[in-house]
């Protein structure tokens, strides 16, 4: 009977443990007994049968991917009978016998790598159900304690699915336990990569450069969750495994994208240089587009609206901050860029401009009067710096808002998502739209937000597991709405990691392999504004979301051919995914002994990122081009969809950019390039004379002595600017994602050192440069067309002078962007740019 609190309680002697529902007593109960389950492959011990029949379901996944069970049991039964506490040996004939009975599938591809190296491998294959957890499947098993199972079945709930080859299947974690948790240090050190994790990753084993003879097996792991339906094929339906991928020696690989298809994409005219009725052809127009990156599907689409009372809790926050301006004055509830007119535009500019780049926030369900004031303040102020005059007001109200959010009763160790997002968007408001002050604080709380993500459920939450279409849509949708908005969290927090990391040559907080959970949904899914409208575009989804690191390692593992159909959110993160592994695999370049593990050298490992970022932009110059016809086809309002190009087109060249500025950072030292150009402060410290010397020195012989190596860099850089010119007039344009204007800033760096370090046979002269823009148009186009190793042996007319006006335009378009670290950049660049020599009808506005 239970006892009065209502808990069931184990009547054992000296066990006492209790339990909210009698089923979980009953089965704890089992714990007690002599319980005789044993697996017959293994010879794994349990006194559970549910424990038995989970363990065996993990065998029949394992096999299905093509792995070895990984499992951490301390008993074990011998072919006496006895129960010991060290695994068995297993004989021979048992073995040979149960390979002999199987089913021999097809090769798949091989699972994540394991922590012991004894264990046999057996291909069997199965698709009967298995049991999983929610959150932590086979917790119990991998601890091997039958009790720790009581504790978790009195906190979660147990549902039993069917092994699926789809993405379905991969929801859980299951299929990255190994990788994840070889053994308890890892699995409670998160943030530090093993050597386990990149020999999955990297897969050398299944890289043709790396053996003599052909590879045989499947090409990538997880393939049925990588590679996905074709649009004809009907939603949620899946070829079978090992239909999907293409071997490298068939003629269907060798018509994939390779260097020259991206060529041929660059060769062909912009959307902005193609005549509207060029791209217009007989095909039936779509309407809407399927996908529109940087702005709304639904420009009409209503916004959130604020009302007199929700004004008033926001000044409530503001008012018990007392922020000043810069005069001194305290920040008054009737301030006139803070009435509900004010108020109104900035969380419209918010949506519009913020939102849509880095879609964080659930408009649909997103509503201001039951929204946590600070969260609502947090909006409201970012959407305040896209306005020019209302950015200070913005800024200052800032500098004493993150006191606030810690003071919430709200904030804690394990804090609800909207403090989370409060925290998120803070920060990013203090690095990316603030002064150096700003940048500073931001930096130094960046690493609580990471400890308190890793602390929720953010990284590993898997909102698709919640979709059915014979439950309560409204509620489903708001559940699920509230899931994607978490997951979303955490992989945006690392997509500023990591631009901060590698661009900015900060620490990197958060690795790739903490981001166990799916890519983000289509946005005609998460735009959806009814739960009607959302269950309809989650059916007509050519597929779910793949899981993250699945779709990464098809990138690292050279010869993948084929892979899903990606949105665009999706490309991004994986890119910054990719960036992620170098930046760690630098680390381990400058911290090892020349050997990173399973025979990757400290030199190959870059051959193998470059591979994967040029694989990366085949595929997205194809989704590029896909999706800009898509949206020159549509019909309806035509100021709407020349919007639409436009922002669809200033995210093509911010990405554009951002590729070549990884690919420049494996080849040039961007610290010393900056400090070359005559930086007089990084990463918050000063550069002294000998800090300058040393930089000279290696960007000298960079320049010189590692020439190839330089001129890459050089031809990457120029890629970046070229990105980023409006060809109607030259203007270089940046748009609303924040790393653009660095790229700019790193590509300019790189050609001005490039050139500057080398040895010129020209004739320097005095003449000016008449037309800064044609200056920079001609430098760009020599560039971009020659090949890299061109550029070590021509060089231009103009000598060292040669960057003066491509330089000066640059200056010239980045002195507009109120962001502190972008006008520090650029008052680098200004010293670089003889403007005696530059015509006065330029103007440098500045």
Same mark, same amino acid.
């Given at each position: 009977?239970?006892?009065?609190?209502?808990?069931?309680?184990?009547?054992?002697?000296?066990?006492?443990? +209790?339990?909210?529902?009698?089923?979980?007593?009953?089965?704890?109960?089992?714990?007690?007994?002599?319980?005789?389950?044993?697996?017959?492959?293994?010879?794994?011990?349990?006194?559970?049968?549910?424990?038995?029949? =989970?363990?065996?379901?993990?065998?029949?996944?394992?096999?299905?991917?093509?792995?070895?069970?990984?499992?951490?049991?301390?008993?074990?039964?011998?072919?006496?009978? $006895?129960?010991?506490?060290? =695994?068995?040996?297993?004989?021979?004939?048992?073995?040979?016998?149960?390979?002999?009975?199987?089913?021999?599938?097809?090769?798949?591809?091989?699972?994540?790598?394991?922590?012991?190296?004894?264990?046999?491998?057996?291909?069997?294959?199965?698709?009967?159900?298995?049991? $999983?957890?929610?959150?932590? /499947?086979?917790?119990?098993?991998?601890?091997?304690?039958?009790?720790?199972?009581?504790?978790?079945?009195?906190?979660?709930?147990?549902?039993?699915?069917?092994?699926?080859?789809?993405?379905?299947?991969?929801?859980?974690?299951?299929?990255?336990?190994?990788?994840?948790?070889?053994?308890?240090?890892?699995?409670?050190?998160?943030?530090?990569?093993?050597?386990?994790?990149?020999?999955?990753?990297?897969?050398?084993?299944?890289?043709?450069?790396?053996?003599?003879?052909?590879?045989?097996?499947?090409?990538?792991?997880?393939?049925?969750?990588?590679?996905?339906?074709?649009?004809?094929?009907?939603?949620?339906?899946?070829?079978?495994?090992?239909?999907?991928?293409?071997?490298?020696?068939?003629?269907?690989?060798?018509?994939?994208?390779?260097?020259v298809a991206v060529k041929q994409l660059d060769a062909l005219p912009s959307p902005q240089q193609r005549p509207r009725d060029s791209v217009i052809d007989d095909a039936s127009p779509i309407f809407p587009p399927s996908e529109c990156p940087m702005s709304l599907l639904n420009q009409k689409q209503k916004l959130p609206f604020l009302d007199e009372l929700t004004r008033e809790r926001i000044m409530d926050v503001i008012e018990h901050a007392r922020p000043t301006l810069p005069d001194g004055s305290v920040v008054m509830f009737d301030n006139p860029r803070l009435s509900l007119p004010c108020m109104q535009t900035y969380l419209d500019l918010f949506f519009t401009r913020f939102n849509v780049a880095y879609p964080l926030i659930h408009a649909a369900t997103f509503f201001p009067p039951e929204t946590e004031p600070i969260l609502l303040t947090t909006i409201v102020l970012l959407g305040a710096t896209y306005d020019k005059d209302s950015h200070q007001l913005a800024v200052c109200i800032h500098d004493v808002l993150r006191p606030q959010i810690f003071a919430n009763p709200a904030f804690s160790a394990k804090p609800e998502l909207w403090v989370l997002q409060a925290i998120l968007l803070t920060e990013c408001l203090g690095k990316s739209r603030g002064g150096q002050r700003q940048h500073d604080m931001s930096h130094l709380f960046h690493g609580l937000l990471i400890n308190l993500i890793r602390r929720s459920d953010c990284q590993t939450v898997q909102p698709e597991s919640l979709v059915h279409s014979d439950a309560d849509v409204a509620s489903q949708w708001r559940v699920w709405a509230e899931m994607e908005q978490k997951k979303r969290l955490a992989q945006l927090c690392f997509v500023w990691d990591v631009q901060h990391a590698v661009l900015f040559s900060q620490s990197l907080c958060m690795s790739a392999f903490e981001l166990r959970s799916t890519l983000p949904c289509d946005q005609a899914v998460w735009e959806a504004d009814t739960p009607q409208a959302w269950m309809e575009a989650w059916k007509s989804q050519q597929h779910s979301p793949p899981h993250l690191l699945a779709v990464l390692k098809t990138y690292l593992t050279t010869h993948v051919t084929k892979r899903a159909n990606l949105n665009a959110i999706s490309r991004i993160i994986l890119l910054h995914g990719l960036m992620s592994v170098s930046w760690d695999m630098t680390r381990r370049d400058q911290t090892s002994l020349g050997l990173l593990g399973n025979g990757l050298s400290a030199g190959s490992w870059r051959d193998r990122m470059a591979k994967a970022y040029e694989s990366w932009k085949i595929d997205f110059d194809h989704f590029a081009a896909s999706t800009g016809t898509n949206l020159m086809r549509c019909t309806g309002d035509l100021e709407a969809q020349q919007y639409s190009v436009q922002r669809f087109e200033s995210f093509v060249a911010a990405y554009a950019a951002l590729y070549h500025a990884a690919q420049l950072i494996l080849l040039a030292e961007i610290l010393d390039l900056?400090?070359?150009?005559?930086?007089?402060?990084?990463?918050?410290?000063?550069?002294?004379?000998?800090?300058?010397?040393?930089?000279?020195?290696?960007?000298?012989?960079?320049?010189?002595? &590692?020439?190839?190596?330089?001129?890459?860099?050089?031809?990457?850089?120029?890629?970046?600017?070229?990105?980023?010119?409006?060809?109607?007039?030259?203007?270089?344009?940046?748009?609303?994602?924040?790393?653009?204007?660095?790229?700019?800033?790193?590509?300019?760096?790189?050609?001005?050192?490039?050139?500057? +370090?080398?040895?010129?046979?020209?004739?320097?002269? &005095?003449? /000016?440069?008449?037309?800064?823009?044609?200056?920079?148009?001609?430098?760009?186009?020599?560039?971009?067309?020659?090949?890299?190793?061109?550029?070590?042996?021509?060089?231009?007319?103009?000598?060292?002078?040669?960057?003066?006006?491509?330089?000066?335009?640059?200056?010239?378009?980045?002195?507009?962007?109120?962001?502190?670290?972008?006008?520090?950049?650029?008052?680098?660049?200004?010293?670089?740019?003889?403007?005696?020599?530059?015509?006065e009808d330029d103007g440098r506005m500045l």
């Open positions: 009977m239970p006892q009065a609190n209502g808990r069931w309680t184990c009547d054992a002697e000296g066990c006492g443990r +209790s339990f909210s529902r009698h089923e979980h007593l009953q089965r704890h109960v089992l714990n007690h007994a002599e319980g005789d389950h044993t697996c017959e492959r293994c010879r794994a011990h349990f006194k559970r049968p549910d424990l038995l029949e =989970r363990h065996l379901a993990r065998h029949r996944q394992k096999d299905a991917e093509g792995g070895t069970l990984m499992t951490r049991k301390r008993l074990w039964k011998t072919s006496e009978g $006895r129960v010991v506490t060290k =695994r068995p040996a297993l004989e021979e004939q048992q073995s040979n016998s149960a390979v002999n009975n199987s089913y021999q599938a097809p090769a798949l591809p091989l699972s994540p790598p394991g922590s012991s190296s004894d264990l046999t491998i057996s291909p069997t294959g199965s698709n009967e159900a298995t049991t $999983r957890l929610v959150q932590q /499947p086979d917790q119990a098993e991998s601890f091997g304690d039958p009790f720790l199972q009581d504790s978790l079945d009195d906190n979660f709930f147990w549902e039993t699915t069917a092994l699926s080859s789809g993405p379905e299947a991969a929801f859980g974690s299951g299929p990255f336990d190994d990788i994840f948790a070889p053994d308890t240090a890892s699995s409670f050190n998160m943030p530090y990569t093993t050597a386990s994790n990149y020999n999955w990753l990297f897969d050398l084993s299944l890289d043709p450069s790396m053996a003599n003879t052909g590879i045989q097996q499947s090409t990538a792991v997880f393939s049925q969750f990588t590679t996905l339906d074709s649009p004809s094929t009907a939603p949620h339906t899946r070829q079978p495994p090992q239909a999907q991928m293409v071997p490298m020696h068939s003629k269907q690989a060798q018509n994939q994208p390779n260097a900056q400090i070359y150009a005559g930086a007089r402060h990084i990463l918050g410290r000063s550069v002294s004379r000998t800090d300058y010397s040393r930089s000279q020195k290696v960007v000298k012989r960079w320049a010189n002595e &590692d020439a190839t190596k330089a001129a890459k860099a050089a031809w990457h850089a120029a890629h970046i600017l070229q990105a980023s010119v409006r060809h109607s007039d030259s203007e270089i344009v940046v748009g609303d994602l924040f790393h653009h204007a660095w790229t700019l800033i790193l590509g300019t760096l790189t050609i001005w050192s490039f050139y500057h +370090s080398r040895p010129s046979s020209q004739t320097e002269d &005095d003449e /000016p440069i008449w037309d800064a823009k044609e200056h920079m148009h001609q430098q760009l186009h020599f560039m971009t067309s020659a090949s890299p190793e061109t550029l070590t042996t021509v060089t231009p007319a103009a000598g060292k002078k040669c960057t003066a006006g491509l330089t000066s335009v640059v200056v010239s378009s980045l002195a507009k962007i109120r962001w502190g670290v972008i006008h520090d950049g650029t008052s680098v660049l200004k010293g670089l740019v003889p403007w005696r020599l530059i015509s």
